[in-house]
């Protein structure tokens, strides 16, 4: 028992954040479940057979404009990553704190490399410049994070989408009380220990957090967001289109100011490796490193 306790500890290193290490060494930084979660079969099983559905309802929703530029929030298994590039055929930028997580989605876009920028660094504490992309894609990050780390994601989404923008969200819907799978005990005991953190995010309301992140940085939302629900409302996928709506007020600018970070961008263009030179005040910061050999 100590020893598993103690397990987590060894994944501590160049800056993967504490929950991360604790609650997820064995989905997203364990070099064995990395290989043994990337096959679709068993992303499929986790997602109780709505994988194809949630990847078109979220494409569906995609910023195809030419010359719009997508932020992948974090990477996934499966096919997300490559599906965005050609569906979009756009720029995607794709950040994860985990290299190795980084290096496999790397792995799945070789023919667009190009057009696939890969970024390691927290989502809590982006390095990209405020209003820097058209859309950002959030897909199935929020209930992972504890809620002050959600909050720090919420923030910076908010920053780094541009005015005229939008937010794409999917993720698990509200907390589902009529749903049958809901209603069998074992499962929601299990999935609560799996998921330390979903029962927190199922009672969030998602438009209300990134509503009020927005205004931090004098944009809104330009409507209700269009939702798409799907497995009997378990899981949704959530447009939020986004404005800028006002002048900033000088209290939100600084505001804004103090929680922006200041970075250079590392970046992955079909070269060898990036460096980080990374600060963001009162915030982890990760440090200069090469990661990807
Ligand atoms: C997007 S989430 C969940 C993905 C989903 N379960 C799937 O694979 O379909 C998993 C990713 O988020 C990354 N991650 C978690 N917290 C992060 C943070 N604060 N900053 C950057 N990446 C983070 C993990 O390293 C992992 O690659």
Redesign the pocket.
Known sequence: MQISMRLYKTFLKGG??E??ARY?WW???WDKSIWF??HQPI?NA??FGQ?DTLLRNTLARVETRPGARLLQ??????K?TPSLLHHAGNEVHL????A???RLARGKATDVADRCHLAR????ALGYANDAFDQVV????F???PPQ?RQ??YDEVARVVRPGGSVLVTEYAETPHHHWLYKIAPFRWVIGRLEPFLPGFWRENVTEKLGAALATFAKSLSAEPQVEYCFSRFYRVMRFDVHGDRQAEPEDLKKAANTTATSVLMQHDGGPLGTATFHRASRRCLTSKKFLA
Do not use: S
């Open positions: 993967i954040p929950y991360l997820y989905a997203y930084l979660f990337d992303i986790i997602l994988y929030l974090t990477c996934v298994y499966g997300l950040c994860d704190v985990a190795e997580q980084l660094m927290n989502a809590e959030v897909f199935f990050l209930h992972e994070l780390a720090h994601v």
